[in-house]
């Protein structure tokens, strides 16, 4: 069994869907613990929310780690709002992640990494959720 993170094209229809993370739990939870490190770099987290609050004075930038970092990986979903902040994470650390390749459900970091980016990017465009199923 794993996590599927999903954008159905409609209600009504789950069977098309546009892939956003498919792994098992485990690699899902080592993924995020591996950004967590890249954020707890000196001077990262900074970087981080002062880019994050030049564009998005609205959001605390607290809020917007805890919707990746704090969310349930076996249910529920991310709202557009949401889908724009996990975006803007897996932007700031894309170039910094690890250039080795992972065994499992992760592979390659960056490719993972690019699947993610592009399911969040449809799902912006599309104003559909992202499902964790």
Not at 53 to 64: F, H, Q, R, T
Request: aromatic share 16%; with cysteine; net charge negative.
């Amino acid at each position: 069994m794993g996590l599927d993170i999903c954008i159905f094209a409609s209600e009504e229809d789950d069977f098309s869907w546009t892939e956003v993370w498919h792994g098992a739990y485990s690699a899902f939870h080592q993924y995020r613990e591996e950004i967590k490190k890249i954020l707890n770099r000196p001077g990262e987290l900074e970087e981080f929310v002062r880019l994050w609050l030049k564009e998005n004075s609205n959001v605390d930038p607290g809020i917007v780690l805890d919707t990746f970092f704090a969310h349930s990986d076996y249910d529920g979903e991310w709202d557009v709002e949401e889908c724009k902040q996990v975006l803007f994470i897996l932007q700031f650390v894309f170039e910094k992640l690890p250039k080795w390749k992972q065994n499992g459900h992760i592979g390659i970091w960056k490719d993972k990494t690019q699947v993610f980016i592009d399911g969040l990017k449809v799902a912006i465009k599309e104003e559909k959720k992202a499902t964790f199923a």
